[in-house]
């Protein structure tokens, strides 16, 4: 039996170029660790990641260890807003 599943990563904010360019870059530095049955779409601000599979357990662990190199992508991306006293934010 062939097992299908999506997951669609959005901006909060979909108008802003920022996010946007974050979407991307979270999914194109996680897309060459594609292993077969899991594909990557960019495309309108967005990403789709496809998974495949024969076994549930196997999709739930692909799943879940793309979610987990998502977070921490997305918090290496947002390093700035979260030291205290970074250079990104506005000093008066």
Same mark, same amino acid.
């Given at each position: 039996?062939k097992?299908? *599943?999506?997951?669609?990563?959005?901006? #909060?904010?979909? *108008? #802003?170029?920022? @996010?946007?360019?974050?979407?991307?870059?979270?999914?194109?530095?996680?897309?060459?660790? @594609?292993?077969?049955?899991?594909k990557?779409?960019? #495309?309108?601000?967005?990403?789709?990641?496809?998974?495949?599979?024969?076994?549930?357990?196997?999709?739930?662990?692909s799943?879940?260890?793309?979610?987990?190199?998502?977070?921490?992508?997305?918090?290496?991306?947002?390093?700035? @807003?979260?030291?205290? *006293?970074?250079?990104?934010?506005?000093? @008066?």
């Amino acid at each position: 039996m062939k097992i299908e *599943g999506k997951l669609t990563f959005k901006s #909060e904010r979909a *108008g #802003e170029l920022v @996010n946007i360019i974050a979407v991307n870059i979270i999914a194109r530095s996680l897309a060459p660790d @594609n292993v077969p049955g899991i594909k990557t779409i960019i #495309e309108d601000g967005s990403a789709m990641v496809l998974f495949e599979g024969e076994k549930v357990g196997t999709i739930l662990a692909s799943v879940d260890d793309y979610l987990m190199n998502a977070k921490i992508a997305y918090e290496m991306i947002n390093l700035n @807003n979260m030291i205290p *006293g970074s250079c990104t934010k506005k000093t @008066n």
